[in-house]
């Protein structure tokens, strides 16, 4: 394995608390939509989280196809509705991991370059960083809504080695996708990293990563065991 000169992340599943974000959310969730009597947010947001676990990267349709058929709704919102709602949310609630931003900090204390890869439009991508108060915390930042093209191409990883004057093969790419983050960075010449966030992987067809860790709080110790086998 290559000297590893940086570490390059997803944001979504990874570098905040999704779930405690959609707990955050589900009190809006049950007044915007028509939900069936009885569905208060306690009850909603488990079922939420379980379904956003379990299907999330099959796209927000399997997610909401699911909550339909738990009986979340009386009238079930279409797709276009749903996805609506959340990118608003999302732009408004997002919920940090205590140790983001001292991570990130500590890596580049450390020596390290950081990068960001993240799927979306720049307007929220944007929005989360601000309010996840690490915006400021990353060499590089590529928001494939901004670049023109979006993960799971190769293009958004090799553009951001070469901004960050490293090679593919010294980077470390941390995510929990294991379309658009594992097999991805890997095919760009990464190494990967896959974060358990769902604790799912829902492509039988693409090989789990030699490193994989359960939340990244653990990556400090992962770099050391890197650096000293």
């Known amino acids: 394995m290559s000297r590893v000169r940086g570490v390059v992340f997803d944001l979504d599943h990874t570098l905040f608390d ?22 208060t947010a306690d009850r909603f947001a488990p079922i939420w989280i379980e379904a956003d676990k379990n299907y999330v990267h099959l796209g927000w349709g399997a997610v909401l196809d699911n909550l339909t058929a738990q009986g979340v709704f009386r ?7 749903y996805a609506a709602f959340l990118l608003g949310m999302f732009r408004r609630i997002s919920v940090p991991f205590d140790c983001t931003r001292p991570l990130l900090e500590q890596l580049r204390g450390s020596g390290y370059k950081t990068g960001l890869i993240t799927n979306g439009s720049g307007e929220t991508q944007r929005a989360k960083l601000r309010n996840l108060g690490i915006e400021d915390c990353f060499d590089q930042v590529v928001i494939t809504g901004e670049f023109g093209v979006h993960k799971p191409s190769p293009e958004p990883f090799l553009a951001i080695a070469r901004w960050i004057g490293a090679a593919p093969s010294e980077l470390l790419y941390v995510g929990d996708n294991p379309l658009n983050d594992v097999d991805a960075s890997r095919k760009a010449g990464f190494i990967p990293v896959w974060v358990r966030t769902t604790g799912t992987w829902v492509y039988p067809d693409i090989a789990k990563p030699e490193l994989q860790i359960d939340h990244i709080r653990e990556l400090p110790d992962l770099l050391c065991s890197i650096k000293n086998p």
């Open 75 to 81: 009238t079930p919102p279409a797709l276009e509705v």
């Open 18 to 39: 999704r779930y405690a974000t959609l707990t955050a959310i589900a009190p809006y969730f049950c007044s915007y939509f028509d939900v069936s009597p009885g569905m």
